[in-house]
């Protein structure tokens, strides 16, 4: 922006423009700085609150997923209407950082306020999941599921059913998920990866998603594969890539190995966090995936025992959410 018409501009708006200009040439930590800078003046700022929320959450800070609401908390209360969309942030920071009964409690107060909010109901799938109880997974998802699965976040909701369906030893539950909800969102890339996700886990189930299925995910993956906008995004690309019971399952190997080539050329060069992510964590995830589509499973485990710490600073619940 030039200087003249950020000489218009409030402070606050400056510290905005700032965060999203370092947004995008991938300086996740100076946009961090603008928004938190902004919160110290304006706690009540949703929007500075929403975004360094969200980006903590990508750059998997899972610590402050939570402190970046619990900061800002006392500033707010149940006479402003935007309260329980905060309660179910913080809900999900407190599941992120390990607080599940707390995340329960918050999550199920924000819902009492304001039924209409899938983040709190992500979060109690959360809760479930990590407490290893499935059906009562089904029964929260299946009780909340008109406020949730027309939603942005309908999709991944519905990956959460559908892996409860899974745990249960219903995969014919599973599968309804992707034919009914998940099949119809493969044109995003949030609604790949979920997609994608699934039917991987069916398979490592030891179950046959069906080659149909895995045909369409592959149809939009082709043309994604040398994005590279995310690192996660790239592993869920390389799922898709060495899928067992697809069609030319060999062949799908060799454009895996492409991929991870593209890869490689993206990280040799410039800075930001997503480079940064590609090559400590990316790229050895990548390969062990690879070496798992071939069965090479030794080799598999040689490539994660050496970085496995480094998954929760590289993408915290995204990557748990593979």
Not at 34 to 50: C, M, N, S, Y
Not at 121 to 135: C, D, F, K, M, Q
Not at 156 to 163: P, Q, T
Request: net charge negative; glycine share 8%; charged share 25%.
């Amino acid at each position: 922006m030039r200087r003249r018409q950020r000489n218009t501009l409030t402070w606050r708006e400056r510290r905005h423009i700032d965060a999203v200009e370092c947004k995008l040439v991938d300086n996740q930590r100076g946009a961090i700085d603008a928004w938190e800078d902004i919160l110290l003046k304006f706690p009540k700022d949703l929007l500075a609150l929403r975004l360094v929320n969200q980006t903590y959450f990508l750059t998997g800070d899972s610590m402050n997923v939570r402190d970046s609401i619990a900061r800002v908390l006392p500033s707010w209360n149940e006479s402003i209407s935007c309260f329980p969309y905060v309660l179910s942030f913080y809900a999900f920071g407190l599941e992120e950082s390990g607080l599940r009964s707390k995340a329960r409690v918050v999550a199920e107060r924000a819902l009492a306020l304001n039924p209409d909010l899938p983040w709190a109901i992500h979060t109690l799938g959360h809760v479930y999941n990590e407490s290893e109880a499935p059906e009562d997974g089904i029964g929260v998802l299946t009780k909340w599921k008109k406020h949730w699965v027309d939603g942005g976040l309908g999709g991944h909701i519905s990956w959460h059913l559908a892996l409860f369906h899974l745990d249960a030893g219903n995969s014919d539950g599973a599968l309804q998920q992707y034919d009914d909800v998940l099949k119809e969102r493969v044109d995003s890339v949030f609604g790949l990866v979920d997609a994608t996700s699934l039917l991987w886990r069916i398979e490592c189930a030891g179950l046959d998603p069906g080659a149909e299925r895995w045909a369409q995910i592959q149809e939009k993956v082709d043309a994604l594969s040398n994005r590279h906008s995310m690192a996660w995004f790239d592993a869920h690309v390389m799922l898709a890539f060495t899928c067992k019971s697809a069609k030319d399952h060999a062949a799908r190997l060799l454009i895996g190995q492409k991929l991870l080539q593209s890869m490689k050329d993206y990280a040799s060069w410039g800075n930001g966090q997503n480079i940064f992510v590609t090559k400590e964590v990316g790229i050895p995830f990548c390969e062990a995936l690879l070496a798992f589509g071939k069965e090479k499973y030794d080799e598999a485990v040689s490539f994660l025992v050496p970085f496995g710490i480094k998954l929760t600073f590289s993408a915290g619940a995204l990557l748990k959410d593979i």
